[in-house]
């Protein structure tokens, strides 16, 4: 199963792109899937260098504390 990676934007779109930050990781991520507009500092679910979704902080947040938790075996 491939789950999406939470990003969060580092700098403005610019030529249907955007710089996003996951960690100390930045990558260059497609706007062409994604409908909504992008500001630097928004959330965005994104698979396989595609936004998929633009999530709100506080989205990002619960997301962000479910992966980090511990799944019971």
């Given amino acids: 199963m491939c789950l999406g990676t939470l990003c969060q ?27 909504d507009p ?15 979704a633009r999530l709100t902080e506080s989205e990002a947040h619960e997301a962000l504390r479910l992966r980090d938790s511990e799944v019971p075996s």
């Avoid at 580092?10 to 706007?31: F, I, M, Y």
């Avoid at 992008?38 to 998929?52: I, Q």
């Fill in 9 to 35: 934007v580092a700098a403005p779109p610019a030529d249907g792109a955007v710089l996003v930050r996951s960690g100390e990781r930045e990558t260059s991520v497609s706007l062409l899937t994604l409908t």
């Fill in 38 to 52: 992008v500001a630097t500092g928004d959330w965005l679910l994104v698979h396989c260098g595609l936004a998929l």
